[in-house]
């Protein structure tokens, strides 16, 4: 069973920045695909960014292209969100998740693991 563990959240001003990291339990988290998802206050989990296996591939949900960035360093077991010029509308719970097969998907459903999420607030 793989524990993931965010943090880096909190509040932050529109157009400032927050990195997000979160920790794997296992040395295996070098084979999965991992994925940021978010859910705002009365909203459905909705997905952020993905990052294959090896890091080779990336895929952003089109609101946060260009200000927003997804990482990972498998010698740290750790995935990183670099988020920049943030919006009010960012504000949210965010997921890290991790699927055992290492290629992106966007689908909630697809991913096997999931961390208890950090909170980050935008305010205008």
């Known amino acids: 069973q793989v524990q993931l563990g965010e943090s880096g959240g909190g509040l932050v001003q529109a157009g400032g920045s927050l990195r997000l990291s979160c920790a794997a339990s296992?040395?295996?988290?070098?084979?999965?695909?991992m994925g940021w998802f978010r859910q705002g206050p009365g909203k459905e989990r909705e997905f952020v960014a993905a990052i294959s296996w090896d890091g080779g591939s990336t895929y952003y949900e089109d609101s946060v292209k260009g200000r927003f960035t997804i990482s990972r360093d498998n010698a740290k077991n750790t995935v990183y969100l670099q988020m920049n010029s943030l919006k009010p509308e960012d504000t949210a719970v965010y997921y890290c998740?991790?699927?055992?097969?290492?290629?992106?998907?966007?689908?909630?459903?697809?991913?096997?693991?999931w961390g208890q999420g950090t909170q980050v607030a935008v305010s205008s």
């Open positions: 998740a991790a699927r055992v097969i290492g290629y992106i998907t966007t689908t909630v459903e697809k991913y096997d693991y």
């Open positions: 296992e040395r295996t988290f070098s084979n999965y695909a």
